[in-house]
């Protein structure tokens, strides 16, 4: 099949990251670099061609040529409060007219329910182009399985993150419990969240343990510091970081300088150096989905801390190692990684069979549509 890949013009790594701005990185990127992560998997689980696309790049490419479908790679769409483009999807899906699926969707609400949620009318408009299309929706969690039937989708099927179908050859269980049975880690990689008050508490219990600091977005220009330009980034953005994670001043002569803490700091805008990267490192705990998922997929033990439902059912779904931000926060500040690993029951053997489950309804779902399987996502099913 010729398919358009649709919403973001990349799968896999900006190019010429050196020669653009970081405005316009992060509009490759759908302002999040975990969005690279699951179109990087929908990617290599195909061998049909995927044409990656902005919606009116897309749109008018398929006036000039002949395409067979649309493959969406979606994120969290669904949201209660934020229409999130959907205007633009709903219209676009509507004028080109052609068979959809729409892979990994997700539902933003605050509290997990089975009831129907009173969305924006784009994401209504949204929701009704797919039924109209008959579109084939894979999504995250039951949260937004339940929404879509209330909106009328016929085929929707639950399969999770598709980042949870990066590797086909992961360490074997014995390997993988052994590292997650250790009592100390000397390369600890902490995926950064939101910088709300909450995360930043929970990434200053960490700071201590961690040898690397990931972001995933630019909130107060990290990703400028993190990149060290300096035309980029404000005196403004500086005294941010210094006061919410109280790095050294002459008021705090013991904690963390903002020369060693920018030496922490990581951002990965090319998913193969990420998964080679995480490979090395001996435990991955934070705040962010995909960075969690990068590290298991790249045979790291690694825990998400949940700060909402959506983190939460998500792991849930696909048996990730998790703990509750509210949980967390309630420890004493003295808690260890390993302290960690141990709350979150860490279960390889879970995790591993609950995957070969979701892979298998993600390949049935890939091939009901119509799509050529990969050999590698193939293997992941044997």
């Known amino acids: 099949m010729k398919c358009l890949f649709l919403d973001l013009s990349i799968n896999t790594r900006v190019e010429n990251v050196p020669g653009k701005r970081l405005e316009q990185i992060f509009r490759e990127v759908g302002g999040n670099t975990g969005n690279l992560v699951f179109r990087y998997a929908i990617s290599s689980h195909v061998r049909d061609e995927l044409f990656p696309a902005h919606w009116a790049e897309g749109f008018e490419l398929s006036k000039k040529e002949k395409f067979d479908a649309v493959v969406l790679g979606a994120a969290n769409w669904l949201n209660a409060y934020n229409s999130f483009g959907n205007e633009k999807r709903a219209h676009y899906l509507r ?10 969707l997700g539902c933003q609400y605050e509290l997990p329910t089975m009831k129907k949620i009173d969305f924006p009318q784009e994401t209504k408009d ?18 937004t399985f339940s929404q879509c039937e209330h909106y009328g989708l016929k085929r929707v099927r639950l399969i999770g993150c598709p980042s949870n179908f990066i590797s086909d050859s992961l360490p074997s269980t014995n390997r993988f419990a052994t590292t997650a049975r250790k009592t100390s880690f000397s390369n600890v990689a902490l995926n950064s969240g939101s910088f709300s008050a909450e995360t930043l508490e929970h990434d200053l219990r960490l700071f201590q343990f961690a040898k690397h600091y990931i972001t995933q977005q630019n ?12 035309a980029e980034y404000t005196a403004r953005d500086v005294k941010f970081f210094k006061s919410k994670l109280k790095l050294k001043s002459f008021l705090k002569p013991g904690a963390m300088d903002f020369e060693d803490w920018k030496k922490m700091l990581k951002i990965y805008f090319d998913v193969e150096q990420w998964l080679t990267d995480a ?3 001996d435990l991955v705990l934070g705040t962010r989905i995909h960075g969690t998922m990068v590290a298991l ?12 439902f959506r983190t939460q059912g998500l792991a849930e779904q696909m048996s990730v190692p998790y703990l509750k931000l509210h949980d967390f926060l309630k420890w004493k500040k003295g808690a260890q990684p390993a302290d960690m690993l141990a709350n979150a029951k ?3 053997n879970d995790y591993l069979k609950r995957r070969r489950e979701l892979v298998s309804q993600y390949q049935r779902a890939l091939s ?13 099913g044997l």
């Open 95 to 104: 004028q080109m007219n052609l068979p959809t699926i729409c892979i990994g």
């Open 126 to 143: 949204f929701l009704s182009v797919l039924k109209d299309l008959d579109a084939l929706v894979l999504v995250r969690d039951e949260t």
């Open 219 to 230: 909130f107060h220009n990290v990703a400028a510091i993190t990149l060290g330009r300096d």
């Open 279 to 281: 490979k090395t490192w």
């Open 297 to 308: 997929q790249a045979g790291t033990p690694a825990v998400l801390t949940a700060i909402d």
């Open 346 to 348: 860490f279960n390889f």
């Open 368 to 380: 009901d549509f119509g799509l050529t399987l990969s050999d590698k996502l193939i293997s992941m």
